[in-house]
Structure formats: C-alpha cells, structure tokens
C-alpha cells in the first residue's frame, strides 16, 4: 500500500526517534499524534513516499530492533540522523520511479563535491532514479555539459553513481545514483529543498 514513512523527534524525548507510516497526510499524521497529550509536539526529520509503506515499516522496525524502546511500540531510542543513515539503503531499495523523498535535516555540513557534482547527483535522485538518466536527461542553464560529464565521472569513480553502458552503439549510457549516494545527501543536508519541487509542498513545522 503506497503511503510515507516518517522518522518523528520530540524535543521532550531527545533520544527516541517514533518511526512509522501513514497512508494519509504525514501533517495530519503528526497533528494527531500532538492532540495525544505529550508533553511537547513531534516534528518531522524525515518522511518518504513509498509503493509499500507497511513494508518498508516493517523492515525497519526489524532493523532496529534491538534499539526499540518499549515491546510494540514504533519508538527507538537513538539519534535520527544515525537511524535515517542506517536505512538509506532499505528505503532507497524500496523507491520506485516517481516517489519522493523529503529531509529536513540540519544545516549542510562540509564537503569536498563541487556545485555541479552536488547538482548532478541531487538530479540523479528524481523521478527517473530507478531508470536511469542519460546525460541528455541532465540539463541545466547554470552548467554546461562538459561539467556535468567530468561530474558524472568524478561521482562514479568516487562511489556515489554508477554508469550503465548500452550494448548498441547509438545508445547512450543511463547513470543512477547508489545508495551510498543517497547516504551523502542525507548526511549532508542535500536532500530536502530539492525534492521539494517534485512533492510540490513544503511540510512545515
């Protein structure tokens, strides 16, 4: 059943982490929870549109198992940001073409990838992520293509795309991104604003 994962904080739980899924509006989601009496609201650090919701769910409750707070319940003690690093590559597996995700997060952190291979790998996770984009797919007014071909270069080599090369002659090569390349959005606070414009609404606090 297609629905949104969510990674949930409160600041009055600061290490436990309420991960879930709801068929429904993630913000109506979280309005419910905040009418249940706790002590302070819960706020979104991460949610992701899925074809299998409850499945998804369920493999990361399995995953974290051993970090869950109490019996049943869909809270596991932790910090988000590790938990979210943990299950990049289940909810990257668990994407098909045309899902979304969306990270708040915190402020980008450091890094060493110039701005095209930062947009050449923030494209790579849009609709087409499952398929492939050929480097017709990706273009851009800000930088021309021989940018975006070295940066495709430097992502591959450095283990954050992957290239698939046609047998036929006149075929261009598909280029996805890995899921150690969705990890380094994540950790760096790429992700969100970008998805933004594939969701179309912000979910605000």
Same mark, same amino acid.
């Given at each position: 059943?297609?629905?949104?994962?969510?990674?949930?904080?409160?600041?009055?739980?600061?290490?436990?982490?309420?991960?879930?899924?709801?068929?429904?509006?993630?913000?109506?989601?979280?309005?419910?929870?905040?009418?249940?009496?706790?002590?302070?609201?819960?706020?979104?650090?991460?949610?992701?549109?899925?074809?299998?919701?409850?499945?998804?769910?369920?493999?990361?409750?399995?995953?974290?198992?051993?970090?869950?707070?109490?019996?049943?319940?869909?809270?596991?003690?932790?910090?988000?940001?590790?938990?979210?690093?943990?299950?990049?590559?289940?909810?990257?597996?668990?994407?098909?073409?045309?899902?979304?995700?969306?990270?708040?997060?915190?402020?980008?952190?450091?890094?060493?990838?110039?701005?095209?291979?930062?947009?050449?790998?923030?494209?790579?996770?849009?609709?087409?992520?499952?398929?492939?984009?050929?480097?017709?797919? &990706?273009?851009?007014? *800000?930088? +021309? $293509?021989? /940018?975006?071909?070295? =940066? %495709?270069? @430097?992502?591959?080599?450095? #283990? &954050?795309?992957?290239? *698939?090369? +046609? $047998?036929? /002659?006149?075929?261009? =090569? %598909?280029? @996805?991104?890995?899921?150690? #390349?969705?990890?380094?959005?994540?950790?760096?606070?790429?992700?969100?604003?970008?998805?933004?414009?594939?969701?179309?609404?912000?979910?605000?606090?």
């Amino acid at each position: 059943m297609k629905g949104y994962v969510y990674f949930l904080t409160n600041r009055a739980m600061p290490d436990l982490v309420k991960i879930g899924h709801t068929a429904g509006d993630v913000v109506d989601r979280i309005r419910q929870l905040n009418s249940t009496g706790v002590p302070a609201a819960f706020e979104l650090f991460a949610c992701f549109l899925v074809s299998d919701a409850p499945g998804l769910e369920k493999r990361l409750h399995e995953l974290f198992g051993s970090c869950r707070f109490v019996g049943n319940r869909e809270f596991f003690k932790g910090r988000a940001s590790e938990f979210l690093r943990r299950a990049a590559k289940d909810i990257f597996d668990s994407l098909s073409d045309g899902d979304v995700l969306f990270v708040p997060g915190d402020a980008p952190k450091s890094h060493a990838l110039d701005d095209t291979s930062v947009w050449v790998l923030r494209e790579l996770v849009g609709f087409q992520k499952n398929t492939g984009y050929t480097i017709f797919d &990706l273009e851009s007014d *800000k930088f +021309s $293509r021989l /940018e975006i071909e070295a =940066s %495709l270069a @430097r992502l591959k080599k450095i #283990g &954050l795309s992957i290239e *698939k090369r +046609s $047998r036929k /002659e006149d075929a261009h =090569s %598909l280029w @996805r991104i890995r899921p150690e #390349g969705v990890m380094f959005l994540v950790d760096h606070g790429l992700i969100g604003d970008h998805t933004h414009t594939y969701w179309g609404r912000r979910y605000a606090q």
